[in-house]
């Protein structure tokens, strides 16, 4: 039996198979596969992601994938700081004392200005002041810049 046709079945007050229409059918998978207004990610949620991928792979501890969302320089300040806490709490301009996981978890970008190639976010929350943090779109994607 089709989906659509199921849902109409379990939704029968007498519990009977109603057979689904055509239009009703097209109307379900046309609902289902509506994401975004045009199918796309925009360029703005695309930076965001990155930042909160980085928030969310220094929580968890995770060296490797924090990396992969660096940019060449920030890559830098993160290896030099010896870590994932101490290396993600230098690029977050925080070296002094690393940012805890609850904190990182806690952290919310906010877009403060975007231009089409870079993107600047304050990161705060979790207990965390406000902290400046770039991005920029090249031949790798977004990438976090490092503390300039």
Known sequence: MPA?????????????????????????????GAGCANGRV???????????TFLAQCAADRDVRVLETLNRP???VFVQAGGARAGCSAVLR???QPLSAAQ???AVPRLVRFDGTTAEFTV?????????????????????????
């Open 4 to 32: 659509c046709a199921s849902a109409v079945a379990a939704s029968s007050p007498q519990g009977r198979r109603r057979p689904c229409t055509a239009l009703a059918c097209v109307l379900a998978v046309g609902v289902a």
């Open 42 to 52: 925009s360029d703005e949620d695309q930076a965001r992601g990155t930042v909160e």
């Open 74 to 76: 920030a890559r830098g």
């Open 94 to 96: 925080r070296p002094a």
């Open 104 to 106: 990182l978890r806690g």
């Open 124 to 148: 705060s929350g979790g207990g965390t002041p406000a902290t400046p943090l770039a991005v920029s779109r090249g031949s790798e994607g977004w990438q976090i810049e490092g503390p300039g």
